[in-house]
């Protein structure tokens, strides 16, 4: 605004000045005109008393003018009489103030006042050119002004000079009446300038507000979404970093968050971009809805947002975004469709999980991200997993190559029958040898495939190579069935069911001894989509299982009517039965649950003998863990390193064993 003000007042000084100047130039020149003009009324009023005055008076003895020069023979006294009545009443009535008759040689012939001397000197160029018939008018300052005119003298029938009229005018009247007139062209100059003035003067008014609100607009555009008048990703991280520079003087918390909208481009494939605009408008209104006045909202792009809660905990943090989350929820109309709107938030707390920007959006992105393949919309950082999804990058490129290189492998874990402790299938787990890092976990490289794509081809990879490995198993006479763990995005790309049926055709495989294990919170994806594939996918025949069951947030609606062969419960129920009343309270329910469906249960995470025996006892289908056996390459698959001691395999109950 200062900066504003000090243009418009720069411009109106430098505007200023040209019409000063202008104005200036304009009342010079007129004042120039203006003595001009008295100097020829003057020569007028000169010429008229050179011939009406002095003219008569000398041609009284016109015989007399024949010689030529006054000087040489100056006037008769007829003459003389005759120039002082017919001047006296000029001078009497101040029309003229003095008037000289001279001769060529400066000789003064007649004067009003009876001088013989005085007047202007020969050598005056004034005087010359009326010597030679030029006249000639000059204004002449002192006490008064006066005009004077050098006035050649003519007498007689032919016109010939006789001598100059040295005659002085007044010229105050026709000051005043010049100066009056200058005064009156001031005043119109002055009121035109002063017009233009006020013009321009609004103009550059008018011009600088323009710009003013051109450039104030210019700044809300590059700091602000288009869309939905949020900040832009340019205004948060601003904001943010003085935000935190503040919180780490006063040693105040708070937190970043990072949400994003989740299934956002069905909206925009299904109902249209407009759908998907007026989606992220509404969204945004309630994002406001929930917040106080000191949070920060921004939209990052597509459908990202970032929040900064400054001054909050962990859990303040989480009981406001739960507030939000509840807002989102709440059904929507577009274009005459109800829509609820669900959101993956990720949480990062300052000091706690970093002080600098980049680092906690880095911390909240991994939060978001575990959100969207775990089971909580919710999710504050732990420090789990993938470091972030930026380096992500590095290792789906390296991935890509290592589906090329052949770097992957297959490790096969166990599950044997209860009570009997059989063997009765395999479960294939990918590792991945790493030329340089050696043996990566799946942890380490799984959550970047899925998030890139790359899962799906990592997922045919593996059910192509295990199927092969389980034709080596059974031509060593063994007839255990293969799990494979599939992906949602697996689930949801077009043709898996065909996809699965080439493989087992191209290897042999009877349908019945491949299983597919999917998350529990797979089941809890598109709907529609999932269970039209799962369908597919029992025609053929194959096994079909509910991993990790109990970690998710599956509804029992959901397990209804799916042809789900198997439930395998989640090992962190499973660990405890041997001590928890509550543990296994809910492994005893899921069992009755999986029985009443039609389904087998296994459970997972078997490490003890006493939890062994224990889900004996609870009629618990099946068990894998490391107590049975950890998982190993296919080359190194023997049957006689899996199962468990002969004394554990029996159904005797042993005394004092918790129920």
């Given amino acids: 605004m200062r900066s504003t003000s000090r243009l418009f007042a720069t411009f109106a000084a430098a505007s200023l000045v040209p019409v000063v100047a202008l104005g200036a130039v304009v009342v010079q020149d007129y004042r120039r005109d203006a003595a001009e003009q008295g100097r020829a009324q003057g020569l007028a009023q000169a010429d008229v008393i050179a011939q009406m005055v002095v003219a008569p008076a000398l041609n009284s003895g016109a015989t007399y003018l024949l010689g030529g020069d006054l000087s040489r023979r100056g006037l008769t006294a007829e003459q003389y009489d005759q120039m002082r009545e017919s001047t006296g009443l000029?001078?009497?009535?101040?029309?003229?103030?003095?008037?000289?008759?001279?001769?060529?040689?400066?000789?003064?012939i007649f004067a009003d006042d009876g001088s013989t001397s005085n007047g202007v000197p020969v050598s005056d160029p004034d005087f010359q050119a009326a010597a030679r018939g030029e006249a000639r008018a000059k204004v002449i300052t002192g006490r008064t002004e006066t005009i004077r005119v050098m006035q050649p003298l003519f007498a007689g029938a032919a016109g010939q000079s006789v001598g100059v009229l040295e005659v002085y005018l007044p010229y105050q009247s026709v000051a005043d009446r010049l100066d009056h007139q200058v005064t009156q062209t001031v005043r119109r100059i002055g009121g035109g300038l002063a017009a233009l003035y006020l013009v321009l003067a609004l103009l550059a008014w008018w011009t600088t507000r323009s710009l003013r609100r051109y450039a104030a607009d210019q700044r809300h555009n590059a700091l602000h979404d288009a869309l939905t008048g949020l900040p832009n990703r340019v205004a948060f991280r601003s904001w943010a970093e003085s935000v935190l520079d503040q919180a780490r003087r006063d040693e105040e918390p708070g937190a970043v968050v990072l949400v994003d909208l989740n299934r956002f481009k069905e909206v925009n494939d299904t109902l249209g971009h407009h759908a998907g605009d007026e989606l992220l408008r509404v969204v945004s209104e309630r994002f406001r809805a929930g917040l106080g006045p000191d949070d920060i909202l921004a939209r990052l792009g597509g459908d990202e947002f970032a929040l900064l809660l400054p001054g909050r905990t962990g859990p303040e943090a989480v009981a406001v975004l739960e507030g939000v989350r509840d807002r989102l929820a709440e059904e929507m109309v577009l274009d005459g469709v109800p829509l609820s709107i669900e959101a993956s938030f990720g949480i990062a707390l300052y000091p706690e999980h970093g002080d600098s920007l980049q680092e906690l959006k880095q911390r909240a992105d991994v939060a978001m991200y575990q959100g969207k393949r775990g089971t909580a919309d919710i999710v504050v950082y732990s420090g789990d997993g993938v470091d972030h999804p930026h380096q992500w990058l590095v290792v789906q490129a390296e991935l890509r190559h290592a589906l090329e290189r052949d770097e992957l492998v297959l490790y096969y874990q166990p599950k044997v029958n209860l009570p009997g402790g059989e063997v009765s299938a395999l479960e294939a787990l990918v590792r991945w040898q790493h030329p340089e890092r050696g043996l990566v976990p799946p942890g380490d490289f799984l959550p970047a495939a899925e998030h890139s794509g790359l899962i799906v081809p990592l997922t045919e990879w593996v059910l192509r190579r295990a199927l092969t490995d389980r034709l080596g198993w059974s031509a060593a006479g063994q007839s255990w069935a293969v799990s494979v763990n599939v992906s949602v995005r697996n689930l949801e790309v077009a043709g898996f069911p065909e996809l699965v049926a080439e493989l087992l055709a191209e290897t042999g495989t009877p349908p019945d001894r491949l299983v597919l294990e999917v998350?529990?919170?797979?089941?809890?994806?598109?709907?529609?989509?999932?269970?039209?594939?799962?369908?597919?996918?029992?025609?053929?025949?194959?096994?079909?299982?509910?991993?990790?069951?109990?970690?998710?947030?599956?509804?029992?609606?959901?397990?209804?009517?799916?042809?789900?062969?198997?439930?395998?419960?989640?090992?962190?129920?499973?660990?405890?039965?041997?001590?928890?009343?509550?543990?296994?309270?809910?492994?005893?329910?899921?069992?009755?649950?999986?029985?009443?469906?039609?389904s087998r249960v296994t459970a997972e995470g078997v490490e003890t003998a006493e939890v062994y025996r224990w889900l004996i006892e609870a009629g618990c289908d099946e068990a894998q863990g490391y107590l049975i056996g950890r998982p190993v390459p296919w080359p190194q698959v023997d049957p006689a390193m899996f199962g468990v001691p002969d004394e554990m395999s029996e159904t005797t109950m042993i005394e004092g064993l918790p129920r």
């Avoid at 000029?90 to 003229?96: E, N, T």
């Avoid at 996918?537 to 509910?546: F, I, K, N, P």
């Fill in 90 to 108: 000029a001078l009497f009535r101040g029309s003229v103030k003095h008037l000289r008759l001279r001769g060529f040689t400066g000789r003064v």
């Fill in 519 to 598: 998350t529990e919170t797979a089941l809890a994806g598109d709907v529609e989509t999932i269970e039209r594939v799962l369908a597919g996918l029992a025609e053929l025949g194959v096994g079909l299982s509910v991993d990790d069951f109990g970690a998710g947030y599956t509804s029992l609606s959901h397990l209804r009517g799916q042809p789900v062969a198997e439930i395998k419960i989640d090992r962190k129920f499973v660990a405890d039965v041997a001590h928890d009343p509550q543990s296994r309270a809910i492994v005893r329910s899921v069992i009755e649950l999986a029985h009443g469906l039609g």
